[in-house]
């Protein structure tokens, strides 16, 4: 069964945001924890953390946990691929393939059989805070993980454009 969400970033990256549900009802909510760190919680309507996302010092791994601090897995990039691809891994090993065209905000979520199991678009952000569609059909992961694993690829996109901008590798 598809579930599709919308959620959007704050444009100074920190606060409050709402996810919400194709009839426009808010099923939870984005805790995006710093301007000047990359820490992600998402809480549910009682906002109670779920779970959160975060880099561990610096690493370009986007590291994953449950409100128990169990591991649900990690983002990375894989570098030297003309298209954007990530792959989110969970701590079986079981590896999902997040990638986009070079140029294109559409992203699809496959699984290792290479079939699509969500997908992802970035529907504004020129001028303000990222916002996202997210179709989820995937019967293993919730949709809140798919959520965080979304912030986990922006974040490490966001790192890359600032390490080009400053002039580091």
Known sequence: MEHIVYFRENFFSSGLTD?????????G?????SAFSTKVSILDENKIEMMRGFFRGFSSKWRMVDYKEQELGY?????????????YIKPD???YLIQAPAFSHS???????????GEFERISSFFSA????????????STEELILAIIGV????????????????
């Not at 996810?19 to 099923?27: F, V």
């Open 19 to 27: 996810i919400m549900d194709s009839n426009e009802q808010k099923i």
């Open 29 to 33: 909510s984005l805790d995006l924890k």
């Open 75 to 87: 983002v990375q990039q894989q570098m030297w691929s003309w298209n954007k691809k990530f792959y």
């Open 93 to 95: 090993d079981t590896r």
């Open 107 to 117: 992203y699809q979520i496959l699984n290792e059989a290479e079939q699509v199991v």
């Open 130 to 141: 990222p916002a996202f569609k997210l179709t989820n059909r995937s019967t293993d992961l």
């Open 154 to 169: 922006n974040s490490i996109q966001r790192r890359n454009n600032a390490a080009a901008n400053s002039g580091g590798a």
